[in-house]
């Protein structure tokens, strides 16, 4: 099992920036990417940015590109998203995910492992 723990979500206004933070534990080695993932009320959750364990590759969501920024700590088995020139269409709550499986790693259906979500709100 693997448990991932988010943090650093909250308000800002349109504009603004937030940076959320993943921490995960339990059986951390078996795992090859982390992503973030968002829920907007009403939508289905849809993949953000992604990032492997081993390497700097990374993936991002068209929607997202130029504005956010996934890294990660490997010592920490930390993962971070930094999220710049935020809009009110940004507005969800922000999941970390761990994947067992580099196939597909912008689908939700290929990460085993969930967060409990962070909050993410951007006023117009």
């Known amino acids: 099992q693997v448990q991932p723990v988010e943090s650093g979500g909250g308000l800002v206004q349109a504009g603004g920036s937030l940076r959320l933070s993943c921490a995960a534990s339990?059986?951390?080695?078996?795992?090859?990417?982390m992503g973030w993932f968002r829920q907007a009320p009403g939508k289905e959750r849809e993949f953000v940015a992604a990032?492997?364990?081993?390497?700097?590759?990374?993936y991002y969501a068209d929607s997202v590109k130029g504005r956010f920024t996934i890294s990660k700590d490997n010592n920490k088995k930390a993962v971070y998203l930094q999220m710049n020139s935020l809009k009110p269409e940004d507005t969800a709550v922000y999941y970390c995910?761990?994947?067992?499986?580099?196939?597909?790693?912008?689908?939700?259906?290929?990460?085993?492992?969930w967060g409990q979500g962070t909050q993410v709100t951007v006023s117009s």
């Open positions: 995910a761990a994947t067992l499986s580099l196939a597909g790693v912008t689908s939700v259906a290929q990460y085993a492992y």
């Open positions: 339990g059986r951390t080695f078996s795992t090859v990417a």
């Open positions: 990032i492997r364990w081993s390497g700097v590759i990374t």
